[in-house]
């Protein structure tokens, strides 16, 4: 099997926006549901803490969160950066989240020990060691003993080689979004991701012909 890198998930988006003819905004929609589908069949819980960063998948966060919280469970946002932060893309999510009246709160606030965490705090750019609100939160979640579900892949984690700078998840579950990726299974990525499943985000099988995926 053919494992992704990063410079790969790009492309697949960029085909199924353009030739595809669905947006990014879509894209994360489906990111969000199949996550959430993944956990209302998995998990008892109905308590959730999601940590947001600015970026895509801070977005795939935001969407998770807002279907919970639609779906009648206790959900808080721990959101990495200020409002005025979150992208173009990410931010019409938040604006989705907020009609659910969701409690937005700061990564420093108190977590409460019985919620499952949701780590959406960085994808698949990750570039160097975390810093600031990002760094704090990973830290954070860190020495907690709460059960950790990472979006796409556990925060701080390459997805091209495996490699950690800094502060790092180490989640139980790991839901990845398209294709399986190579920092997944090197032997760190084997450690910190836990289980793993990969979710089907409605990108046209076309497209991963064209890359060679299939």
């Known amino acids: 099997m053919r494992f992704a890198r990063s410079e790969d998930i790009k492309t697949l988006d960029k085909l199924a926006s353009e030739k595809y003819g ?16 993944e956990i209302k069949s998995a998990f008892s819980n109905n308590k959730f803490a999601v940590f947001c960063g ?39 999510a ?29 994808g698949i750019s990750v570039s160097g060691a975390p810093r600031g609100n990002i760094k704090l939160a990973i830290d954070r979640i860190a020495s907690m003993s709460n059960t ?3 979006v796409d892949i556990p925060s701080g984690l390459s997805a091209d080689d495996g490699s950690v700078v800094g502060s790092v998840v180490k989640a139980d579950y790991t839901y990845t979004l398209a294709l399986d990726k190579v920092g997944l299974n090197t032997e760190s990525g084997k450690a910190l991701c836990g289980v793993k499943k990969v979710l089907d985000i409605g990108i046209p099988t076309e497209a991963f012909v064209e890359l060679g995926f299939i």
């Open 22 to 37: 669905i947006p990014v905004s879509e894209l994360m929609e489906n990111a969000g549901r199949a996550i959430y589908e």
């Open 54 to 92: 600015k970026g895509n998948n801070g977005g795939d966060g935001f969407v998770v969160a807002r279907l919970l919280s639609a779906d009648g469970c206790d959900v808080k946002v721990y959101l990495a950066c200020d409002e005025s932060g979150i992208s173009d893309t990410a931010k019409i």
């Open 94 to 122: 938040f604006d989705r989240l907020k009609s659910e009246n969701v409690e937005i709160l700061r990564v420093s606030d108190e977590v409460d020990s019985d919620v499952v965490i949701i780590d959406a705090l960085l």
């Open 148 to 150: 950790v579900i990472s």
